[in-house]
């Protein structure tokens, strides 16, 4: 069994069991999404490309599941902190080929789905090996974090703090499979989620 990540046609992260051991492979999403050599800046609203895909680079067919986290942090180094004030909903991963994917969150009313960090998705069938699916294509960050600003008047001079000064957004994808033998119990135990009942069967 295997499945890998990628991120515009290559590949980010992978786990494949080889003979008898686990070879893992793991990288960071978005290294190459602003030009950094050419002093490009992000711009807000703007859709850049993040084509994510899942692979089924095992030997056998399989069932997939995708993690998908979405934060802001602050902060340098060690220092860095997860910053859970700020919502989640304005970095947007515009997910693509939902018919073949389940989305639970698709059931839930606005209000819980609102400032979720982590969304899951579970690919409707069997992936079978070597075959490839894309679950995301573009993100952006929404114009709204500035707007969110706080303006104070001390001695004449007016200062313009935005709340989301000094943070960064994340992207983190999980990816991993389970086999098709006995899938129905495999599933429930690997991911603690009733197969028929969520339509993956």
């Given at each position: 069994?295997?499945v890998?990540?990628?991120?515009n046609?290559d590949?980010?992260?992978?786990?494949?069991?080889?003979?008898d051991k686990?070879?893992e492979?793991?990288?960071?999403l978005?290294?190459?999404?602003l030009?950094?050599?050419?002093?490009?800046?992000l711009?807000?609203?703007?859709?850049?490309?993040?084509?994510l895909?899942?692979?089924?680079s095992?030997?056998i067919?399989?069932?997939?599941?995708v993690?998908?986290?979405?934060?802001?942090t602050?902060?340098?180094?060690?220092n860095?902190?997860?910053?859970?004030?700020?919502?989640?909903?304005?970095?947007k991963?515009?997910?693509?080929?939902?018919?073949?994917?389940?989305n639970?969150?698709?059931?839930l009313?606005?209000?819980?789905?609102?400032?979720k960090e982590c969304?899951?998705?579970?690919?409707k069938?069997?992936?079978?090996?070597?075959e490839?699916?894309?679950?995301?294509?573009t993100?952006?960050?929404?114009?709204?974090?500035?707007?969110?600003?706080?303006?104070?008047?001390?001695d004449n001079?007016i200062?313009?703090?935005?709340?989301?000064?000094?943070v960064e957004?994340?992207?983190?994808?999980?990816v991993?499979?389970?086999?098709?033998?006995?899938?129905?119990?495999?599933?429930?135990?690997?991911?603690?989620?009733?197969?028929?009942?969520?339509?993956?069967l």
């Amino acid at each position: 069994i295997g499945v890998s990540l990628l991120e515009n046609g290559d590949i980010v992260t992978r786990r494949d069991y080889d003979g008898d051991k686990w070879v893992e492979t793991k990288g960071a999403l978005l290294e190459k999404m602003l030009k950094k050599d050419k002093g490009e800046k992000l711009v807000l609203n703007k859709n850049y490309a993040e084509e994510l895909t899942v692979k089924n680079s095992g030997e056998i067919d399989e069932y997939v599941r995708v993690r998908i986290y979405k934060y802001w942090t602050k902060g340098e180094g060690d220092n860095k902190k997860k910053v859970t004030s700020l919502s989640p909903d304005l970095i947007k991963l515009n997910l693509i080929n939902k018919e073949q994917w389940v989305n639970p969150d698709d059931k839930l009313d606005e209000s819980a789905k609102k400032d979720k960090e982590c969304t899951e998705l579970y690919y409707k069938g069997i992936l079978p090996k070597g075959e490839m699916a894309a679950f995301a294509d573009t993100i952006s960050i929404d114009k709204q974090i500035a707007e969110d600003v706080t303006i104070t008047t001390k001695d004449n001079i007016i200062t313009t703090t935005y709340k989301y000064d000094g943070v960064e957004f994340h992207l983190d994808v999980e990816v991993d499979a389970v086999q098709t033998h006995n899938a129905q119990d495999a599933i429930m135990s690997a991911w603690g989620v009733d197969a028929a009942a969520l339509g993956i069967l």
